[in-house]
């Protein structure tokens, strides 16, 4: 079942913080959130295996809640390299697969 | 640095013929994938292989085949194009073990049937 992400999109400016969620109604295994510019492929930015784990990429960091099935990304003080549409990918225990969410689209503006 | 190629970056092609989408990596890895996906929509998985000769279907059905008869090559070919199956293809490899789902994509094959 596919993950649900929020918001659809957002717009910031330089500087500003965002949040970007991913829940899904099935128990989860491990989250990977990726990043994808227009008309590049996804790259991937961090996996979190564990409930509650929170994982740290410079100013991009992510926590995983097993029990509320659900994870967050967090952007702290944007930066213009920011834009980009975030997929998160989840995985059922010994699903071997993951499923990708909808995506979220952040634009960063000077 | 990912190591993992498409060939054609860019494919037009008339109904009714038939086509493959190549893609190689050098990493070694066990896993690799093809996702379909229109611009600006989310990825759909619809092939996936654990290693050679394991192959299995996506959650998105299609009428592409796919084979892994070498660790590095994993090619999907579609027998018969039609327009419905214009989109952009992205084939992707994984390792094994904890980095399983740290997934190394190829810059894609955009495909267009006219």
């Known amino acids: 079942q596919q993950p649900v992400q929020s918001p659809q999109a957002v717009i910031l400016r330089e500087g500003e913080d965002a949040v970007i969620n991913c829940s899904s109604s099935?128990?989860?295994?491990?989250v990977h959130w990726y990043r994808q510019k227009h008309g590049e492929a996804p790259v991937f930015l961090m996996i979190?295996?564990?409930?509650?784990e929170q994982k740290g990429h410079e100013k991009i960091s992510a926590s995983f809640n097993e029990k509320k099935q659900q994870s967050s990304l967090y952007l702290t003080a944007s930066q213009l390299s920011y834009s980009g549409t975030y997929f998160c990918g989840t995985e059922i225990r010994y699903a071997g697969k993951s499923t990708f969410g909808d995506g979220t689209t952040l634009t960063v503006k000077p | 640095e990912a190591d993992i190629y498409q060939t054609p970056r860019y494919l037009v092609i008339g109904t009714g013929k038939k086509i493959t989408l190549e893609c190689s990596q050098t990493?070694?890895?066990?896993?690799m994938y093809w996702y379909q996906q229109d611009p600006g929509m989310e990825l759909h998985l619809i092939h996936y292989s654990y290693g050679v000769n394991s192959t299995e279907k996506g959650d998105l059905s299609s009428e592409s085949t796919v084979s892994r008869i070498r660790t590095e090559h994993f090619p999907l070919t579609l027998e018969s194009a039609r327009p419905s199956h214009t989109s952009q293809y992205l084939c992707?490899?994984?390792?094994?073990?904890?980095?399983?789902?740290?997934?190394?994509f190829g810059p894609g094959t955009r495909l267009t049937v006219t």
């Open positions: 992707a490899s994984s390792d094994v073990g904890p980095r399983t789902y740290e997934q190394y």
């Open positions: 990493m070694g890895h066990d896993k």
């Open positions: 979190l295996l564990k409930g509650g």
């Open positions: 099935k128990a989860l295994y491990s």
